[in-house]
């Protein structure tokens, strides 16, 4: 399977399986190399990297340059990002984070019929909301705003994971959270370091009886959590395998924001 087979198929996944236009594809492929290469480079090794064919990239490449997205330089035949995608950045200045994240979460709130809230881990050791998008059935209600202990449900199994914590330190802070069915020490310790396989973490009815919550954490550059994606649905609407695909969902969109956001972040949504 080639990278630009790979590449489509993964857009084509995130909007629902509609077919993406394949230049349009490509070309942001190769933005996103450029804009974490080390230095400007050739046609023939931005097509290398990519798995684009070398006449396609140059191809989009001339185009692009045409548009002032990319700059070439004539001496050394290399591109680099160029200044016309400040022109189309501008706009995002000044958006918070929550106005950028918004509208996946309301795609992922409309796909899984669930109530996504978008939480913000806190220097005081807790999680916030800053983000809701609620389905049109009956669901949960969140208010932007609330606040919980950072290793409170599905989200804290993620930020433990993560966090990497001693066994005593964990358990010490645990101790601390109040849960209306408290889950055994060692089933959320091995659900924590599940967490860092598969991306996501469930909580079913331990925060509070009849209410299923699956999360999926936004990484910085030093994969440290800065933001929870989580769903949260009443239990008797959301069966374990519909949980599981909500899961696989964040975690793909976790992923994106992470990259997008923090583009060091090497991360990719789990196969």
């Known amino acids: 399977m080639t990278t630009e ?79 016309g995608l400040s022109e189309l950045a501008v706009s995002f200045i000044g958006r918070s984070y929550a106005d950028l994240i918004q509208p996946e979460l309301e795609r992922l709130s409309t796909s899984h019929h669930i109530l996504i809230t978008l939480w913000q881990v806190t220097d005081d050791a807790h999680i916030r909301v800053i983000a809701v998008s609620a389905p049109t ?49 060692d089933e959320y310790r091995r659900d924590a370091a599940a967490t860092l396989e598969r991306g996501w973490a469930i909580d079913q009815d331990h925060l509070y009886r009849g209410v299923s919550m699956v999360a999926s954490a936004i990484i910085d550059h030093d994969r440290q959590p800065r933001f929870i994606i989580s769903g949260i649905g009443i239990s008797a609407q959301h069966d374990r395998e519909k949980l599981e695909q909500i899961g696989a969902s964040l975690h793909e969109t976790a992923c ?16």
Request: aromatic share 4%; net charge positive; charged share 20%.
């Open 5 to 83: 087979k790979t590449v489509e198929e993964a857009s084509s996944k995130r909007t629902g399986g509609a077919k993406d236009v394949g230049a349009v594809v490509n070309a942001i492929q190769i933005l996103r190399h450029l804009a974490n290469a080390e230095g400007p480079e050739g046609a023939t090794a931005i097509a290398r990297a990519t798995g684009i064919s070398p006449s396609t990239t140059f191809n989009i490449l001339r185009t692009l340059s045409n548009e002032q997205l990319t700059s070439f330089d004539n001496e050394t035949k290399t591109y680099r990002l160029g200044l």
């Open 256 to 271: 994106f924001i992470s990259r997008s956001l923090f583009p060091q972040s090497a991360i990719s949504p789990a196969e």
């Open 137 to 185: 059935v009956a669901h949960v209600n969140v208010a932007v705003g609330s606040r919980l202990p950072e290793l409170v449900g599905a989200a804290g199994r993620c930020i433990a994971g993560l966090r990497n914590l001693p066994e005593d330190e964990l358990r010490r802070r645990l101790t601390r959270v109040r849960w209306e069915n408290p889950p055994n020490f």
